[in-house]
């Protein structure tokens, strides 16, 4: 957890020397605030709320500052994305954004940083499930309150949001096994029981709710996310669990 306080405090010191009072606070999701950190297998998901906009030359500042970072964090990385107040409450869905990283991201800030400024902005259907772990789990590193800011982004959104990543599993579990396994399971708690749940706490609700054809590859996925094991995926298999979960989540 070493790496994880120094990339947050980090963060966090330079948030507030770059926004100054624009800044209105930076948050914390993901395994980190869901008791399932794995230094090989998580990345840092950090939301930055700020007031108003950000010239491209603040961004740029911004950016240079999360990549440097980045190289601190673990292997994985850091996901951040930067929004603003006025689209928390009441919440706005798709979601804008102002800025966002990820390692997906690296070399087209590094190739281009002037285009990436310019063009990393939109909106994101996955904010409103960041906003709703922050919501109900999270963790202010810095500034106002979380229930003062965010608010319930409702059960529709959530769905919504989390459904667009599994929609289309069957396409997507032999390329992303681990991620497609425990997300369904996620998202089946969610749509039986109104669980909000890490990728791990999901895994181990599907053990003992999914049956039991489908544990083995269950365990699998979440033995190699804890780092402790490797899937050994039968592709048949894994389709088959991919079509009887999706099944389950739109019955």
Same mark, same amino acid.
């Given at each position: 957890?070493?790496?994880?306080?120094?990339?947050?405090?980090?963060?966090?010191?330079?948030?507030?020397?770059?926004?100054?009072?624009?800044?209105?606070?930076?948050?914390?999701?993901?395994?980190?605030?869901?008791?399932?950190?794995?230094?090989?297998?998580?990345?840092?998901?950090?939301?930055?709320?700020?007031?108003?906009?950000?010239?491209?030359?603040? @961004?740029?500042?911004?950016?240079?500052?999360?990549?440097?970072?980045?190289?601190?964090?673990?292997?994985?990385?850091?996901?951040?994305?930067?929004?603003?107040?006025?689209?928390? @409450? /009441?919440?706005?869905?798709? %979601?804008?954004?102002?800025?966002?990283?990820?390692?997906?991201?690296?070399?087209?800030?590094?190739?281009?940083?002037?285009?990436?400024?310019?063009?990393?902005?939109? %909106?994101? @259907?996955?904010?409103?499930?960041?906003?709703?772990?922050?919501?109900?789990?999270?963790?202010?590193?810095?500034?106002?309150?979380?229930?003062?800011?965010?608010?319930?982004?409702?059960?529709?959104?959530?769905?919504?949001?989390?459904?667009?990543?599994?929609?289309?599993?069957?396409?997507?579990?032999?390329?992303? /096994?681990?991620?497609?396994?425990?997300?369904?399971?996620?998202?089946?708690?969610?749509?039986?029981?109104?669980?909000?749940?890490?990728?791990?706490?999901?895994?181990?609700?599907?053990?003992?709710?999914? /049956?039991? %054809?489908?544990?083995?590859?269950?365990?699998?996925?979440?033995?190699?996310?804890?780092?402790?094991?490797?899937?050994?995926?039968?592709?048949?298999?894994?389709?088959?669990?991919?079509?009887?979960?999706?099944?389950?989540?739109?019955?």
């Amino acid at each position: 957890m070493d790496r994880l306080k120094t990339v947050t405090e980090n963060f966090v010191k330079q948030s507030i020397e770059i926004l100054g009072n624009n800044l209105v606070g930076v948050y914390l999701h993901g395994s980190a605030v869901m008791g399932c950190f794995n230094n090989k297998t998580s990345d840092v998901d950090l939301l930055v709320v700020i007031n108003s906009d950000m010239s491209d030359e603040e @961004k740029r500042r911004y950016m240079d500052m999360v990549v440097a970072l980045n190289t601190l964090a673990p292997a994985k990385g850091i996901e951040m994305s930067i929004i603003k107040k006025s689209v928390c @409450k /009441p919440f706005v869905y798709p %979601t804008p954004f102002e800025l966002h990283f990820s390692v997906a991201h690296l070399e087209w800030y590094k190739s281009n940083p002037h285009d990436y400024v310019v063009k990393m902005k939109g %909106t994101d @259907k996955d904010l409103a499930a960041h906003i709703m772990i922050i919501y109900h789990r999270g963790l202010c590193l810095y500034g106002e309150d979380i229930r003062t800011i965010f608010e319930d982004v409702g059960q529709e959104t959530y769905f919504d949001s989390i459904w667009n990543d599994i929609g289309q599993a069957e396409a997507d579990i032999m390329e992303n /096994p681990v991620y497609i396994t425990l997300n369904l399971c996620r998202v089946l708690a969610y749509k039986q029981e109104n669980l909000i749940l890490s990728k791990q706490e999901g895994g181990i609700w599907g053990l003992a709710h999914v /049956p039991e %054809t489908y544990r083995n590859l269950i365990q699998q996925a979440l033995d190699e996310y804890a780092s402790v094991g490797a899937m050994e995926l039968n592709k048949t298999d894994a389709m088959e669990y991919a079509n009887y979960m999706i099944g389950q989540i739109t019955a």
